[in-house]
């Protein structure tokens, strides 16, 4: 079973979240073509199977997290995130929040497959705080309720 499947199932057993259908190749390949980027393995897995929740109602779980659709997803630098500066964002993408942003968090995406390490972004200190390498490590952190998804 794959970390994206254990999110699933998951989301199926212990939120009141609507989840989206997953989003389409075509879809996924105008995102990367339109930002330049590729998207890692982990994150392509998610968006294929589940293109977060439906924003409409049922947009959190049941403790406040929101994924959101690839369509919602957006460069951090086009957002704002009080005093982070851009050199700080650059190349981070949003994909999720907490309460309605009380902060966010982002996935790093460039041009070649590297390190797709995940961040905690909008936090008091204004600078980005990386919590995972990856997206399954970040999916891992969220199932079990590590404490590392919450802000220092």
């Not at 990367?32 to 977060?52: V, W």
């Not at 959190?60 to 964002?89: R, V």
């Not at 995406?109 to 200190?125: K, V």
Request: aromatic share 12%; net charge negative.
């Amino acid at each position: 079973m794959t970390t994206t499947d254990e999110l699933i199932l998951h989301w199926h057993q212990q939120s009141d979240a609507t989840l989206r259908p997953p989003a389409s190749k075509d879809a996924i390949s105008q995102f990367e073509s339109a930002n330049r980027i590729l998207i890692p393995d982990g994150f392509r897995s998610y968006l294929t199977k589940a293109d977060g929740f439906d924003q409409s109602s049922g947009y959190q779980d049941e403790n406040g997290y929101n994924f959101w659709p690839l369509e919602k997803i957006a460069p951090a630098t086009t957002m704002n995130l009080g005093s982070s500066s851009s050199k700080e964002l650059e190349s981070l993408f949003v994909f999720a929040d907490y309460l309605d942003f009380c902060w966010g968090y982002a996935i790093r995406l460039r041009p070649t497959i590297g390190d797709n390490e995940i961040a905690i972004l909008g936090t008091a200190s204004g600078v980005p705080q990386t919590i995972a390498a990856n997206f399954d490590e970040f999916l891992q952190l969220y199932i079990s309720e590590d404490e590392k998804m919450q802000p220092d």
